[in-house]
């Protein structure tokens, strides 16, 4: 008896990705080691990055939580420092031990994850399963288009979120504009900023919380660069997308023989 | 008689063949080929039509990051402040990753030679090449078509009259 699957259900077991009204979220080749490196500059973001966002949000409203309450960013920042009393004395003993499993989790997590992606993304490219390029919802439309990677970095860098807004990852746009909000907003950034640029340095160092404010690197170079892999990493999808459309409706066996003959008179 | 046309991916190539359809040609009488490019060359900067996937952008921008947070960190006991050292950190991390990057790729992976005689991948190439059967009267109007559509060039073989 034979039981070979048919086509429907072969293009769905190894999907490329999925086109939603809210994002479109797929499999493409990474490099673990970045993954895993975002999620030591900032817990969750590599799952961020994989497109896996439940675990992502997850792990950083619990880095927000438990960093904030065991003050690791202030510990951190004595320690580089050379201050170790007071990295010390600045830690809260209560909180401070939650802090290591999660991060060694986050990070080993996230590379397991990529190495495990990496083969569904490897699976479905050799499938050459299909994709609905466009998805039309009640509240939004998600579609696959050529858009600017660096139109997308440029809107990074004015305020972290917009990026991926541009991109319609909308998740992690949301996500960090919020974050983006908060830290700036707890760290007196802005008012730093100001100081900084009329030369008060010490006003400027002195009205830093720095609790708040070595969130922002993280934030800020993790907005940039997922971005633009975004972009880069969508403009291909795309153009996979259209390639396998044009072979299966516009490859057809009938297709004129009379290309390669010469016009008549002219043999 | 045939009209050829090279194109980028994009969403007027499908508006164009779209087109074409409506206005009577067969689609039958359109075929695509789809173009491998025989050399890759790696590109340190990726654009909206070429990327490799593989950019040195990822370790500059972790590295600048972790340079943007040393600079804040020693920039509360520095002079200039955590905001500007944050800054100068962020510059002085980016550009050390980014040289770092290319230089290990120089030495550890062999970088592939284009081949000078062909110019096989220099300069944009295009990526899809359509060719439309049509009579010598819809010439014009197929090539009117796919010049509206950014086609990247259009050209003709008379060939055999239909």
Known sequence: MENKQPESIRNKRRPIGLVTDITVNFFHLRNPWVTAAWSALFPGFGFIKLGSYIKGFLLVAWEFLINSEAHINMAIM???????????????????????????????????????????????????????????????????????????????????????????????????????????????????????????????????????????????????????????????????????????????PHFSSSLLTPPKGEA | MHVARSFEYNLHLELAISELEKKGIARDGIAAIIMDSRVEERKILDTIHRADGISSFDTAAITGTFGMLMGAIYGFVLYWGPVIWGIIGLLVGFTLGLMGDLLLTRVFKKKKEVDKKTGTAKGPSPQVFLIVECDRDQEGMVKGILWDNLALGVGTLPGNHK
């Open chain 1, 78 to 252: 004595y320690s580089f420092q050379g201050q170790f009393d007071l990295a010390r004395a600045v830690l809260d003993v209560r909180w401070t031990l939650l802090y290591l499993a999660v991060w060694v989790f986050s990070i080993w997590g996230s590379y397991a994850l990529t190495v495990d992606l990496n083969k569904m993304a490897i699976l479905g490219l050799r499938e050459n399963s299909t994709m609905v390029p466009v998805s039309i919802g009640a509240l939004d439309i998600g579609f696959l288009d050529k858009r600017h990677p660096w139109m997308a970095v440029g809107l990074s860098m004015m305020s972290p979120g917009l990026g991926h807004l541009y991109t319609h990852r909308i998740p992690t746009s949301f996500f960090l504009l919020i974050m983006t909000i908060a830290t700036v907003y707890y760290s007196h950034l802005l008012e730093a900023i100001e100081y900084s640029f009329l030369g008060a340095f010490s006003l400027a160092t002195g009205i830093l919380d720095p609790q708040w404010l070595m969130f922002i690197p993280s934030l800020y170079g993790f907005a940039v660069h997922d971005s633009y892999v975004n972009t880069v990493e969508y403009n291909i999808l795309f153009e996979q997308e259209q390639a396998r459309f044009l072979r299966d409706n516009y490859q057809s």
